[in-house]
């Protein structure tokens, strides 16, 4: 079946890092824009990071530019999220997503068609 599942996720200090992956399963994703969303206890789902289907363009939310990197490996049906620099305000339940065929990069969860079930980042203070 279609999936996307995630990995990488645990319990970091602040100031530390995680690689988030994303591998997908009955699906190619070299031709669709691929991204990262999170979603906090008692908040709703936000945009962290995206990658264009073609590798050239990415987009990140004010939040995480400069800590964090999108990147994809079309050859494994794989993405990453590099996470540097981690802050508590960072936990949060991580979310791979993927988006139509050959749409642009989005910020917007509904642009997105495929979602896997997320991974928990916990940064300790």
């Known amino acids: 079946q279609v999936q996307l599942v995630e990995s990488g996720g645990g319990l970091v200090q602040t100031g530390g890092s995680l690689r988030l992956s994303c591998a997908a399963t009955?699906?190619?994703?070299?031709?669709?824009?691929m991204g990262w969303f999170r979603q906090a206890p008692g908040k709703e789902r936000e945009f962290v990071a995206a990658i264009n289907w073609n590798s050239d363009s990415t987009t990140y939310a004010d939040s995480v530019k400069g800590r964090f990197t999108i990147s994809r490996d079309n050859a494994n049906n794989t993405i990453y999220l590099q996470m540097n620099t981690l802050k508590p305000e960072d936990t949060a339940v991580y979310y791979c997503?993927?988006?139509?065929?050959?749409?642009?990069?989005?910020?917007?969860?509904?642009?997105?068609?495929?979602w896997g079930q997320g991974t928990q980042v916990t940064v300790s203070s």
């Open positions: 997503a993927r988006g139509g065929i050959m749409r642009a990069v989005s910020i917007k969860s509904r642009d997105y068609v495929y």
């Open positions: 009955g699906q190619t994703i070299s031709v669709s824009p």
